[in-house]
């Protein structure tokens, strides 16, 4: 799974790297979790790309109220095309979920040592995300959106046995056009990248719970 993660990056080179118009609103922070509102990535019909912010939990367009995007904070790639929660975003409302790196927890005897895994390269990554668009009986829309995950790769196993799918820059655009709808050639872009491309250390504990700090000290290594 995938509960939490870190975005802190330039603006204007995340914006021109990840190839987007429209206004930035981009606030660094260490400790992203889910129900807040996160950036996503989306592509219009002349295949323009643009960032928006999106709550983190999907809610169904089916959906009677907005508590299951509680429950939807991962979507699992075995049964993405088929789980009803996922399937209609999975045909055709995909997006990328920018991050800077991931935090994931190995239990060690009775306690759970958060980890922070990031791209060697300094890149920020992009997950495989779904989105969609909750119309309530009263109130706004709620545009919401989760990250697909997959089996980890040999860096993550030691430390969990799932990871977010992290696509590469050649497939952002067959996994963001709406136009591509065959869940053959979707579901071949979800898989466990590429170990030697990661980085991981341990991180402090304090992680462990939520919303207590959210600053860079979150992010860096411990040496006990």
């Known amino acids: ?55 983190w939990g ?18 699992r790639g075995e049964t993405v095309a088929e789980k009803p929660s996922f399937r209609n975003a999975f045909k055709s409302r995909r997006c990328l ?28 990554m992009a997950f495989a995300g779904l989105w969609e668009s909750w119309h309530p009986k009263e109130g706004e829309t709620v545009e919401s959106c989760c990250i697909t995950t997959t089996d980890a790769n040999a860096l993550m196993q030691p430390i969990h046995d799932r990871m977010p799918v992290i696509l590469s820059p050649d497939q952002w655009d067959s996994w963001l056009s709406p136009q591509e709808r065959l869940a053959d050639k979707l579901l071949a ?13 341990p991180v402090t504990r304090e992680l462990n719970r939520v919303g ?9 290594p411990i040496t006990n």
């Open 58 to 75: 999907l809610i169904p367009s089916w959906a009677k109220d907005s508590t299951i995007g509680n429950k939807l904070v991962n979507a």
């Open 97 to 124: 979920i920018p991050a800077s790196g991931f935090y994931e927890w190995k239990a060690e005897k009775r306690i759970k040592q958060p980890w922070y895994i990031s791209l060697k390269s300094g890149d920020p």
């Open 212 to 220: 207590v700090r959210d600053d860079a000290g979150l992010a860096e």
């Open 1 to 55: 799974m995938c509960g939490r993660f870190a975005l802190n990056e330039n603006p204007q080179k995340f914006a021109e790297y990840f190839n987007f118009s429209g206004d930035l609103d981009l606030s660094p922070s260490w400790n992203i979790a889910p129900s807040t509102r996160i950036c996503s990535i989306t592509v219009d019909e002349k295949g323009e790309r643009h960032l928006h912010r999106m709550r």
């Open 189 to 201: 872009m979800i898989h466990p990248c590429e170990p030697e491309i990661l980085q991981a250390w």
